[in-house]
């Protein structure tokens, strides 16, 4: 921890904003990876303790805390494709049949997730992934800003 | 950015309650003008950096990022009446038939998002609203409750 | 309010990592008053202001903020079981039957969610209370991640 005898501080705001290919298919993509580099880039004058917000800039993809590659990642996309079905029921009509639902799923699979960020590393569980969730197959590249509010870099 | 050599610092915390007329019926209000208001309206010396928290102090809404006017907003709610039927199925009973379900909304669609500021907007993608999800009809006003973690104010 | 003149601050990042007993039944635990502890044992030189994030580490777990003791918690364990069903449509298979289902609740439910410090307490609603989310049969005992980005401790 940093000396905050003479005055307490958090070091300060850091955000990024990276790319991350999507394909042309619905698909969850696995961005933990990318939010250590995120960390591991902030270099500072020690680990940083704080908290770390992954945002979706897009009105047709969410973010998901989750296992990956073991199932769970496909098993999301036929549970959305139950939940939120593409058909024609959406008044929201263009691009792909049944898009609509693409914009809706940010209202159930949020575009915003915020994690602990402890020794400069996100305290994720074993098994948890931050993952990108994107149904839209008309948008192969997205937009993810990553953000940390930060006690010591 | 601010000159943080001497005492690197996050200016503090500013929180606000607003409140949003949402009337007898079910429907989906945006936030974001409110928002951007609250973060005009701060001041300080310089654009804020930091993270913005939006919370709704209520136990049968929620907020979600979604595009407005397009249709996508009633499309939501009507996925959520799919979703969670306002029948006689839920336990809790009280008020309007069916209202159980705008209990257990907050659980699908949570009462906070938290959202990157940067240079004192909010940074949304282009379709992206912050919107106050309300299914219950016997609330007509809600309050919001936004706050900001910021570098620079 | 902390006198900022001199050096506006945020006072600095606390987390701590608490053990909730789950139990061998999906389960709705109140975490409101595991909160309040949190905060009240921070001390200080005054009330925080600021976020509270609540993190569960775990895949197969999420938070909520909705009302407790009024048939809301068992409803939303009922919705969970009629959109997420314990059947073999799982692709993640392993545990008791169905549990890939326990897998993508938090893509529903996230881990995760931020709530306003306000006076040192958080600012929920009346009817809000801190919840969490576990249809995991097979995890008796989880572990919640308490996190303050606050402005006066």
Redesign the interface.
């Known amino acids: 921890m940093p000396d905050?005898s003479h005055?307490?501080?958090?070091?300060?705001?850091h955000?990024e904003l990276i790319e991350i290919r999507t394909g042309t298919q619905e698909t969850v993509v696995d961005l933990t990876a990318a939010v250590e580099e995120f960390l591991d880039g902030l270099g500072g004058d020690g680990p940083a303790?704080?908290?770390l917000?992954v945002?979706?800039?897009?009105?047709t993809a969410?973010v998901?805390?989750?296992?990956t590659g073991?199932?769970?990642d496909?098993?999301?996309l036929?549970?959305l494709r139950d939940?939120?079905p593409a058909d024609d029921?959406?008044?929201?009509?263009h691009g792909s049949p049944g898009h609509?639902r693409d914009?809706?799923l940010?209202?159930?699979?949020?575009?915003?997730?915020?994690?602990?960020v402890?020794g400069g590393r996100p305290?994720?569980?074993?098994?948890?992934s931050i993952c990108l969730?994107d149904t839209n197959v008309d948008n192969p590249v997205r937009?993810v800003?990553l953000?940390l509010?930060?006690?010591t870099v």
């Open positions: 905050r005055c307490p501080i958090v070091a300060g705001v955000s303790e704080g908290l917000n945002f979706v800039p897009h009105a969410g998901a805390v989750i296992e073991a199932g769970s496909t098993d999301l036929a549970a939940l939120l029921r959406w008044q929201h009509r609509g914009h809706v940010p209202a159930v699979v949020p575009p915003s997730v915020s994690i602990p402890i305290a994720l569980g074993t098994w948890q969730v937009s800003r953000s509010l930060a006690d």
